[in-house]
């Protein structure tokens, strides 16, 4: 393979010769990754309480003393790809109560919004084979301020900001290390890793330092599985042995101390008597504790660590090294170590070269290559037998009958053991519908193949509901998310054909397509309930960003026409056509489907004008924009004039069909035809201009030019929607203006919130009313690029609103991918506006070249807010930052 090159003829560097080598079945590059997962504890997975109340059934302050059912955490770990046998870091500061295993953050009950990681680390660097990782964890020499942290968020109200761990005063005058911690493989099962501490602080400090290899528990929940053991191997080798993996060994440098326990429960953390055993929390008590009995100095154990302890000078770095090797033991197995190590992050420069060829600002390089590090720092191992997990375990007591009919219930078919992109490791350890696909775009940038096969999985057997629903996340499986599988599918595929010179991976196309057309059947038949294409969807992923709690019924009754749940159909049924329409350029029989979805969408069209034909619709003629339409029992129908970014999704679905295309598909392009002639009432919905010598384009959208240009009114006004850092999900209009429900006496509010959500209506972590949220100005952007493709330079708005000046649709996306991009860059001052503030992320030396991935944004001062670590779909940046860079434009009719 050294001598493969890539379509524009460069030679491969060293990862993409690992990738293809992984590609076609050579070499496994992935068996090895950062899959444990940063939160296992509090997750839906580990509850097997009566209440349903998965943060109190296995909190932090248990979970190093629980063992857990269905997954394994640490800090910045690693494992194998079924997570048998894992690999993390442990740090003592010789003044916390407890062992730093884990990342420490509030539930979501305690904080003040929710859920909230309180901890400070960065995920700088990473390789998509793993061949390289590297993050960045600075922790404190004081007392780490658990108590101190949670409850000054129980004292603070929804009105105030979070309590953020900075602000406890624990990293004054820079008291703190500088933790870095690298990966990097020899082979695709020899890992080495290096730990480097800095002392940042102005006096010497004690630190611990403590790698750590752990087997995952699964022998206690059958009987007589085997069980894997560990045990010292001369000094300074253990040897671990598991009838699955075989035979591997972890090499410590010389003098260090090892460490054996099992990772096994505590039975005093559970009321019963602690007995003669070792437990899972054994280094914690015998090195914060004292306790000599809570650990071995030999195997056989589950669990073992590798105990360094120094005390380092103002500005001294220390660095500690072991490796793990399937096999024999290496001798010497520190030779090269460094320069190894040293070789593959050169790699991940070259690769990353390669990547960021056309964007030239170094600052730029920057964001783009933290956030695609995070995309794979978030991969995570996911497993759940929801079969076995209502049912319970052989060796344990059976769960509360009331399991059987709570949460999930009706998902008993989904079992997954993979490794999946998560939104957020620490704050969402678990899958999320409508966010993969995002990912999955970003992916697509650095490993398609990965992409693929994220896409192909929710849609497979083990996860797909057998009436065709595709799961939402793990709370509730049930719960309907945006239907945008399909436009993940067709944009992955579109970004590898661009990367490979025009060829595209047509077996997943069709593979895809299969699957959702299952998916596309359950939404007609579960989400149209009257029949008449205006879809319902209910909680969409919007949370809290209408009148009602749209999870539940109407407390007046009746239901809601939704303007986002049916532009979410209008846009799948476009997606779906064009899928079907590249599959007929090499098999006909796609034609007629492509037909079936061209004339659905054309039915959602115009039900979205005229619902029902009763002359009512989603868009407002007297508002000049789309709202919900609230059907009363008693036959009214009553529009609920919010404006949001409900009313902004008709602009994501929209497809030009070109001349070319309908020349080599005379198939579908006379059933268009002739559909047209027929039913004119609905050709009249699909815009078309003959460009001379060329032939006919169309323009499939619910918008035409003139409702587009009043929709973009609002859109691109500063008062309304048009943030400096992107598209607002509800008008800036209602800060002053709420919107007011009145129903049987009571009054319901929305108003502007630009920032953390101060309602508990919806939950405790809802935040649409106000802040940016990348994924629907990523889909903005791109509806905007292809109107232009079709309406070209003549089409000319007002942006921003009331500016005086006019520019074409390809130049306002650019606009505001610009302003989201703008988040994360430096600005003249050398800030960047996601990360507020805070004079220590924003001016400290120490914190240069730090770059948080927030949730979402607020939606005035662009600061980040919710979830900080990656959050899944916020890497989409990378792609806006590629966009700017590498951006064609196709010619416009002018």
């Not at 699957?515 to 992923?541: E, S």
């Not at 609905?682 to 384009?697: F, K, Q, T």
């Amino acid at each position: 393979m050294s001598g493969s090159r890539s379509p524009d003829h460069r030679p491969r560097d060293a990862e993409r010769r690992r990738l293809d080598e992984y590609r076609h079945g050579m070499r496994n590059w992935r068996l090895w990754g950062p899959y444990l997962s940063d939160r296992q504890w509090g997750t839906v997975r580990e509850d097997y309480s009566d209440s349903g109340d998965a943060w109190g059934y296995l909190p932090h302050e248990q979970a190093r003393s629980r063992v857990y059912r269905w997954g394994e955490d640490g800090l910045a770990g690693v494992c194998d790809d079924t997570q048998r046998l894992c690999l993390s870091l442990a740090l003592w500061n010789g003044r916390d109560r407890m062992l730093k295993e884990r990342l420490f953050g509030l539930t979501g009950p305690q904080g003040t919004h929710g859920e909230d990681v309180k901890e400070l680390y960065w995920q700088l660097d990473a390789l998509p084979s793993h061949t390289y990782l590297r993050m960045l964890y600075k922790y404190p020499q004081a007392p780490f301020p658990y108590e101190r942290l949670v409850e000054e968020s129980r004292r603070r109200s929804r009105h105030e900001d979070e309590f953020e761990l900075i602000e406890t005063g624990i990293f004054d005058e820079s008291r703190y290390f500088d933790v870095v911690i690298e990966y990097a493989k020899a082979d695709e099962a020899d890992l080495l890793m290096r730990v480097t501490a800095t002392n940042r602080g102005p006096d010497p400090a004690r630190l611990h330092v403590l790698p750590q290899m752990f087997f995952a528990n699964h022998w206690s929940w059958r009987e007589n599985h085997p069980k894997p053991t560990m045990r010292s191997y001369g000094r300074f080798c253990i040897v671990a042995e598991h009838r699955m993996l075989g035979h591997y060994t972890f090499h410590v440098e010389p003098g260090t101390e090892v460490l054996f326990c099992e990772n096994e429960t505590n039975p005093t953390v559970i009321g019963l008597p602690k007995g003669d055993g070792v437990y899972k929390d054994g280094f914690h008590e015998f090195i914060v504790n004292g306790d000599e009995q809570a650990i071995r100095r030999e195997g056989p154990a589950t669990k073992c660590a590798a105990w360094h302890q120094r005390e380092l000078a103002p500005g001294e770095a220390w660095t500690v090294r072991v490796r793990l090797v399937r096999g024999e033991p290496i001798i010497p197995p520190f030779a090269g170590f460094d320069s190894l190590v040293e070789t593959r992050r050169a790699e991940a420069d070259r690769f990353y070269a390669s990547l960021q060829k056309d964007i030239p600002d170094p600052d730029a390089r920057l964001v783009q290559r933290q956030a695609l590090s995070g995309m794979i720092w978030n991969k995570q191992f996911y497993s759940m037998d929801v079969y076995r997990w209502l049912r319970g375990d052989p060796t344990l007591p059976a769960p509360p009958e009331s399991r059987r009919r709570g949460r999930n219930h009706d998902w008993r078919h989904l079992n997954a053991e993979d490794i999946i992109s998560m939104p957020d490791k620490w704050e969402y350890p678990w899958f999320a519908a409508w966010d993969l696909a995002f990912h999955c775009l970003t992916l697509s940038l650095i490993d398609p193949d990965f992409a693929k096969e994220q896409l192909l999985l929710l849609a497979s057997e083990s996860y797909m509901h057998p009436n065709g629903q595709i799961p939402a996340y793990e709370w509730n499986f049930s719960d309907s998310n945006p239907p945008v599988q399909a436009w993940a599918a067709w944009r992955v595929y579109q970004i590898e054909c661009e990367a490979n010179g025009g060829q595209g991976d047509r077996g997943f196309l069709e593979q895809i397509f299969h699957k959702l057309l299952l998916n596309f059947a359950w939404w007609v038949n579960r989400k149209d309930n009257q029949g008449r294409n205006v879809f319902q969807g209910g909680f969409l992923g919007l949370d809290n960003i209408g009148v009602f709690d749209r999870s539940r019924p109407l407390p007046m009754g009746g239901f809601l026409d939704q303007t986002d749940g049916t532009a979410w159909m209008a846009m799948f049924a476009l997606n779906m056509m064009r899928i079907a329409l590249e599959l007929s350029l090499e098999d006909n029989a796609f034609e007629a489907i492509a037909s079936k979805f061209f004339e659905h969408f054309l039915y959602i069209a115009q039900a979205l004008n005229d619902i029902g034909e009763r002359g009512v619709g989603l868009w407002s003629e007297t508002d000049k924009f789309f709202h919900d339409v609230l059907n009363l029992p008693d036959g009214r129908m009553q529009e609920l004039k919010l404006r949001s970014m409900v009313g902004l999704t008709p602009l994501f679905a929209v497809e030009t069909l070109e001349p070319d295309l309908l020349r080599r598909l005379p198939r579908f392009s006379r059933r268009l035809h002739l559909f047209l002639s027929r039913r004119p009432d609905l050709a009249g919905l699909v815009a078309r201009w003959d460009e001379p010598g060329l032939g006919e384009r169309r323009l499939l959208s619910l918008l035409r030019g003139h409702r587009m240009k009043r929709l973009l009114l609002r859109l691109l006004d500063p008062e309304e929607f048009l943030s400096d850092y992107g598209i607002r999900s509800l008008s800036r209009y209602h800060a002053d203006n709420p919107y007011v429900f009145e129903s049987d006496g009571a009054r319901i509010h929305v108003g502007y919130e630009p920032g953390e959500s101060r309602t508990e209506m919806f939950g405790g972590n809802s935040n649409w009313r106000g802040p940016i949220w990348f994924p629907v100005n990523f889909l903005i952007v791109e509806a905007l690029d292809r109107f232009y493709h079709y309406y070209g330079r003549d089409f000319l708005v007002e942006c921003p609103t009331s500016s005086g000046r006019f520019r074409t649709l390809r130049e306002i996306a650019d606009e505001i991918a610009l302003r989201l991009t703008r988040l994360f860059l430096k600005d003249e001052q050398g800030r960047r506006p996601a990360l507020g503030e805070d004079a220590l992320l924003q001016g400290d030396a120490n914190f240069a070249g730090l770059v948080l991935f927030h949730e979402y944004f607020h939606g005035d001062s662009g600061r980040g807010l919710g979830a900080s670590h990656q959050t899944g779909w916020t890497g989409l940046v990378a792609n806006l930052l590629a966009r700017k860079a590498t951006q064609k434009r196709p010619a416009s009719r002018a």
